[in-house]
């Protein structure tokens, strides 16, 4: 997932957004470790459908998604059509 610490946090509230996105491969595979469901709120201090995301890091955490499917998660984006887009253009892939 998305890499997000209290550093990170309070950059953002002095600074406004700096326009950093990183890929953190350890929360990345947190949930495929984590036996008893839980929900999961995926990239909380950012959006996985931002524009600077790569299309790799979004298929990366949708597989995760997928083989560790007994958890629940939860994605909000202010960008719903590039989502749509992703969803529809990738369904095959992961059924």
């Known amino acids: 997932m998305l890499k997000k610490n209290n550093k990170y946090v309070e950059t953002v509230n002095k600074k406004g957004w700096t326009g950093n996105i990183q890929f953190d491969r350890y929360e990345l595979e947190k949930p495929a470790k984590w036996k008893k469901p839980r929900q999961i709120f995926v990239c909380s201090m950012g959006d996985l459908?931002?524009?600077?995301?790569?299309?790799?890091?979004?298929?990366?955490?949708?597989?995760?998604?997928?083989?560790?499917?007994?958890?629940?998660?939860?994605?909000l984006t202010k960008r719903p059509e590039r989502m749509k887009d992703y969803v529809l253009n990738n369904r095959g892939i992961l059924e």
């Open 49 to 75: 459908f931002h524009e600077n995301v790569p299309d790799k890091w979004i298929h990366q955490v949708m597989v995760v998604m997928f083989w560790a499917s007994h958890h629940t998660y939860l994605i």
